[in-house]
């Protein structure tokens, strides 16, 4: 009886362990070398993605553009949400992408909010409300809110550019996304 409790009480504290962990930084194995990341992440999460550092590092963008979009953001209380998929091309591109921009632009990154798909789209942690509210259909998305009300949005891939596209968003042009 002895042995009984202190097997339940070793899986009951394994188990509660294991879920904690799984909700801190959820990750779903795949067969692929890389682990699909599923949740809200940090940046330094995806920083070790071979497809983020060469991605980022790839990105140069068009610094007239740049400049553009630091002195329209410095004047609006804008934050962004990224919604992607670390098994996505398009994400693996425009992701690391944004982000150099963002850090070009000296943006607060905690204004950043990342979060990882599955390979469904599905916002993980949301209720069925938020989720349609969110309509994310492709990855990557990225929501641009100003007073946390949704400015307008990405989709998947740029118009124009993804400067040329972000400057569009930023400065309440009459932006469509690639699925408008």
């Keep these: 009886m002895k042995n009984l409790k202190k097997n339940v009480l070793v899986f009951v504290l394994f188990f509660g362990i294991s879920l ?60 962004i949400e990224i919604y992607f998929g670390t098994w996505c091309s398009d994400s693996q591109y425009g992701v690391p992408r944004l982000i150099k921009l963002l850090k070009v632009i000296d943006f607060d990154m905690d204004k950043v909010k990342l979060v990882g798909l599955d390979r469904d789209k599905v916002v993980p942690n949301v209720d069925e409300e938020k989720a349609k509210k ?16 949704e400015l307008n949005r990405f989709v998947e891939f740029a118009r124009e550019t993804l400067e040329q596209d972000v400057l569009a968003i930023v400065s309440g042009d009459d932006y469509k996304h690639s699925y408008k």
């Design 20 to 79: 904690v962990l799984a909700n801190e930084n959820p990750v779903v194995t795949t067969t692929t070398s890389d682990p699909i990341l599923v949740g809200e992440l940090k940046i330094s999460d995806i920083e070790g993605f071979d497809w983020y550092t060469e991605n980022y590092a790839d990105y140069n963008p068009d610094l007239a553009t740049v400049k553009s979009i630091a002195r329209l953001v410095q004047d609006k209380d804008l934050s």
């Design 134 to 149: 969110l309509d994310i259909k492709m990855a990557p998305t990225f929501i641009f809110y100003e007073h946390r009300k």
